[in-house]
Structures are given as C-alpha cells and as structure tokens.
C-alpha cells in the first residue's frame, strides 16, 4: 500500500485513481482544477480532495497525474502551486497525459533536480479501458524510477512495459496514434462504401472482421459508425492535438507522415461540422 496523488480526473483519470483506491488498496488524495470533481470522486471512493496540486503531492510516495496537453502538464506540475513544489525526495511521478516527448523530458530533468523520478506514461485503450481498468502503458524514464511505479500502475492496467529513457512512453503514444488515424479513414471509407452499395454494413462487418481486415477499431466502432452516433469516446479535438504532435515530431526525425497528414486535415473538416466532441470514428459523417 502506497501513499497516493492523482492529479486530473477527467473522462481518464476519474476512473484510473478510483482503481489505485480499489484494486490497489492505496492511500488516495485527489485534485482537479474544477473543485466539484473531486468532491464528487471522493464522495464515491473516500480519500481526501486536495485545493492544488502542491496541497495533493505533499508528502506522497507517488503523483499520478492525467490532464489536457503540453500547457496543463506544465501548469500542474511546474511554478509555486505545481505539485513538484510539494513532492519529496525519492518520490515519484508518473504522467498519463499524452504529450509530447520534449515535455517528458523537461519535466524528466526538473524532477530529478529536485531527487525526484519521473515517468511518462501516456495510456491506450480509450474510456472503457480506463473504467474497466485494461489500459495499455507505455513507458519512458529511468529504470528504477519504472521497476517502483510498475506495481502501482498495474491496478488499471493490463500492459505496461518501459520503453527507453524520458520521452520513450510518448514515442510510442505517437506510433499508436499514427497506426490509428490511416485506419479509421480506410474503416469510414468501407463503411460508407457499404452503404452506397445497398449491402447490410453489420453483416458484412460481422464477416469481415474474421478475416485480415480485423481491428480493434472495426470491432467496437462499426456499429455506431453504421448508425451514424459519435456522441462518446475519444474527442476528435485530442485527436488533432496527438497528430499534431506526431507531424512535429516526425518533422524533426525525418520520419515521412503522408496519410497522417492528410486524416488530420479531414479531422478539420469534422470540426468544421461541429464534431469537435465526437468520437474519432466520426471521419465517416464526412463522406456522407
Ligand atoms: P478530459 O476528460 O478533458 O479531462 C482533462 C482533465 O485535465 C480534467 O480533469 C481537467 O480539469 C484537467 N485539466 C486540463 N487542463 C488543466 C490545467 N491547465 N490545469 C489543471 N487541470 C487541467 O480529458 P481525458 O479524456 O481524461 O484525457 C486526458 C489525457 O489523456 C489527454 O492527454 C488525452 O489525450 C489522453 N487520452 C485520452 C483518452 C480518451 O479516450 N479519453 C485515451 C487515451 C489518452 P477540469 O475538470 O477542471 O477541466
């Protein structure tokens, strides 16, 4: 049993520190920026809501933490109120957010100035994952600093594995995102194809998806694609600011992104419709 904060208690966050309170058995203290959150989470769950990060972080063995992007980690963990002002020597913190590589490492080398490890932990598997406690981690930092934080991380997590130093766990959050984008347009186009041809879409999925068209993707989306729903799941604003980070990236390292880029851009066209809220899978409403 650890002494436990989570920072950030969003669609992600709400039930990932409820799992390190439930399955983990650990000691939880709560803080998110929009009070009522984390008077409701504790409610829920019990533990203790903290008025800032500082206020959460002190004293802890671990910081969880889980917000927007580059900007909201910063405005978290750094500056007077940021909860490494509070955390101690020895501790360690551990960041769900996906963000880019350079702020896992700025946030990497600030933490170790003040004798604390660092992870960056950036998470796949969606709203259901989190709630159902089966997230993918990937992880970058120091490998001791890892080997600590494992066992904690396991309480909502199914795979967790480091993968480099600081900045490796976002690395792979990019190449999750990149192998994403190509697929759900190629997915939309077939769906959509589907109905232009007259056929039963659901039928043809149910076949398809038993042979090498099969994706996680086409599983769990096809029939809400097919009926036209996007109210859920993951927002394609996070989206656009995953493969935003992707291309800058990628223009650094040289890696080639055509498609990437190109899925992004219809990306803009779905909030140009007003799905800046929908699901990914909503690149379909525009083909219709
Ligand atoms: P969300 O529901 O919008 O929640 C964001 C959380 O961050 C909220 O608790 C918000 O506080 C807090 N926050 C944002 N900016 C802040 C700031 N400047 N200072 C303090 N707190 C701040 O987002 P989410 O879906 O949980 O996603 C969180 C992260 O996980 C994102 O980086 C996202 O890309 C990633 N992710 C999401 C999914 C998914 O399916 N949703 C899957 C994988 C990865 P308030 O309540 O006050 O707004």
Same mark, same amino acid.
């Given at each position: 049993m650890a002494k436990v904060a989570f920072l950030g208690l969003g669609v992600m966050g709400y039930p990932m520190a409820g799992h390190l309170k439930a399955k983990g058995g650990h000691e939880v203290t709560v803080y998110n920026r929009t009070a009522a959150k984390a008077v409701a989470w504790v409610k829920q769950h019990g533990g203790r809501a903290a008025a800032t990060p500082r206020e959460a972080a002190a004293g802890q063995d671990f910081v969880f933490v889980c917000v927007g992007n580059d900007d909201d980690l910063r405005q978290v963990v750094l500056g007077a109120d940021g909860a490494l002002a509070g955390m101690v020597a020895g501790s360690i913190l551990v960041d769900h957010t996906t963000a880019s590589a350079d702020v896992a490492r700025e946030l990497h080398a600030a933490a170790g100035e003040a004798g604390v490890g660092f992870v960056d932990a950036p998470v796949s598997g969606g709203q259901a994952g989190a709630e159902n406690g089966v997230l993918t981690v990937m992880c970058g930092g120091d490998l001791s600093a890892y080997a600590r934080a494992e066992p904690v991380i396991a309480a909502f997590a199914r795979m967790c594995r480091l993968m480099g130093p600081a900045g490796s766990g976002q690395l792979t959050k990019m190449v999750n995102q990149i192998c994403i984008a190509g697929l759900v347009q190629a997915l939309s186009e077939g769906v959509a194809f589907g109905q232009k041809a007259g056929l039963d879409v659901e039928a043809v999925i149910e076949v398809i998806s038993?042979? !090498? !068209?099969?994706?996680w993707q086409m599983e769990n989306r096809y029939k809400t694609m097919n009926a036209g729903q996007f109210e859920f799941g993951f927002a394609v604003d996070w989206m656009r600011k995953d493969l935003s980070i992707c291309m800058a990236e990628a223009r650094r390292n040289g890696a080639r992104l055509p498609v990437t880029a190109l899925v992004d851009q219809f990306y803009s066209d779905v909030q140009a419709m007003g799905g800046s809220r929908w699901d990914t899978s909503s690149l379909v409403a525009r083909l219709k």
């Open positions: 038993k042979g !090498a !068209a099969q994706s």
